[in-house]
């Protein structure tokens, strides 16, 4: 029977942290008595996805391979440095789970962590003086790649954490941040009230805490603390299904013919608006067009800010309508914010506004309630109004999705907007529902 150590050794690999990304940390993978074990070589072994090979698990040396070491000798360097840390990594890990075997001990993954962290030169303890608001501040502070939205929503975050630290006396540490503290805060959310005076909403809840597994992803990737309550599936809260809404094609349609030259401004907003209904793509994607992005064949590609995603658009008729108007450009567009504002008055402007009944939860409470139309359009109705209309005019799926992003069809199909009459009515031309006539 094989030893223990030498089964894991066979088992341990290495990968990237963020293939996609332009660097990345070099991840340690193995499990340990069904346990995931997971360790990352310290920054300033940093590496290009471009790089790495997926297949040998290390840095690529040979020039003949990686074009980029050509000319450059620190390259080569560097990257021998990875691989050797990669191979001493290794050999640590295993002379750690040999040691215990001697023993006859069970190590658990943090504890193998915490040794293999010491033997390796890093840290040999969570510093105590480091609290965990203290980091969170830092992050939002010093991450150069985080949209001026995203840090906003992060520090509205981190604002109501420090409001609950307060209510229970007590300065949040890493190793506070467990299955317990999730329970408790989700409990203080549904009874506190957020600034504005009203209880807080589901989604607004679930975003509070996808930013607290960013915060925890970050802290544990530096090292600074081994708790990884975080990753369990009991960390995550439910995001609510909200209710959203889609133009339909007439709406649509009623927009885009509706006389706006009495307002230069409200006009550019409804052709904008207009074109993502024909595109499906997201604001910032859109504030990114170019004349340039249209191609000969009078496709229009683009790369997606969010996922670095190359898409490829047919242009529609009304696109190509609209742009003749901006001299082939694409019609400029505000702020999001601005650009929202506008829209309820676009709405009403073009006869649309009509009444509409959403489910809305807050703290613990239910209820149904009336608004108008033009309180819920936005930027991203455009994105959902494309998505549904094309799954309505029998798109298939998959051709839509190469266009909206979306990985999963399930995911996908949650995101389309259509009643249940509109589900019979598109179901009811289907073949399945008529009479085969015998031949």
Not at 93 to 116: F, S, W
Not at 201 to 226: E, Q, S
Request: proline letters at 4%; hydrophobic letters at 30%.
């Amino acid at each position: 029977m094989k030893e223990f150590s030498t089964i894991l050794a066979q088992r341990v690999y290495f990968d990237l942290r963020t293939p996609k990304t332009s660097f990345s940390l070099i991840r340690l993978r193995c499990t340990v008595d069904s346990q995931r074990l997971e360790y990352y070589l310290p920054a300033e072994y940093k590496i290009k996805p471009s790089h790495w090979d997926r297949v040998s698990r290390c840095a690529i040396t040979d020039s003949r391979r990686n074009k980029d070491l050509k000319g450059d000798p620190r390259l080569k360097v560097h990257l021998d440095n990875v691989n050797t840390e990669i191979t001493k990594t290794r050999n640590t890990l295993v002379d750690i789970i040999q040691e215990y075997q001697h023993k006859g001990i069970k190590p658990t993954p943090a504890e193998i962590r915490q040794l293999l962290s010491e033997r390796m030169g890093k840290r040999t303890s969570t510093p105590k003086n480091v609290f965990f608001l203290d980091f969170v501040n830092e992050y939002i502070k010093n991450s150069v790649d985080l949209q001026e939205q995203s840090r906003k929503q992060q520090a509205s975050a981190k604002n109501v954490i420090e409001r609950y630290s307060k209510s229970i006396n007590k300065k949040l540490r890493f190793e506070d941040i467990t299955i317990d503290f999730r329970n408790d805060f989700v409990k203080y959310l549904k009874t506190a009230k957020h600034e504005k005076g009203d209880y807080y909403k589901p989604n607004t809840i679930a975003r509070i805490f996808k930013n607290i597994k960013t915060w925890m992803g970050a802290a544990y990737d530096k090292g600074l603390t081994d708790n990884n309550d975080f990753k369990k599936k009991a960390f995550g809260v439910q995001k609510e299904d909200a209710d959203t809404v889609y133009l339909k094609e007439e709406e649509i349609s009623q927009m885009y013919n509706t006389d706006f030259s009495g307002s230069p401004r409200l006009e550019r907003v409804r052709d904008v608006f207009v074109i993502m209904c024909y595109m499906g793509i997201r604001y910032s994607d859109y504030l990114l067009l170019k004349k340039e992005n249209i191609l000969p064949s009078g496709l229009i590609r683009i790369t997606t800010k969010k996922t670095k995603t190359p898409v490829e658009i047919p242009m529609h008729d009304r696109v190509r309508e609209i742009m003749k108007k901006y001299n082939g450009e694409f019609p400029p567009a505000p702020s999001n914010q601005k650009f929202n504002d506008y829209m309820g008055e676009v709405v009403i402007k073009s006869g649309l506004e009509r009444d509409v009944i959403v489910t809305e939860t807050r703290g613990t409470m239910t209820r149904n309630k009336t608004v108008k139309l033009s309180s819920l359009v936005t930027a991203h109705t455009a994105r959902r109004s494309c998505a549904t209309n094309m799954f309505l005019a029998g798109v298939p799926t998959l051709s839509i999705m190469k266009i909206t992003g979306h990985k999963s069809e399930k995911v996908f199909l949650k995101y389309i907007r259509i009643t249940q009459e509109e589900n019979a009515l598109k179901l009811r031309d289907h073949s399945f529902y008529k009479t085969k006539k015998a031949n």
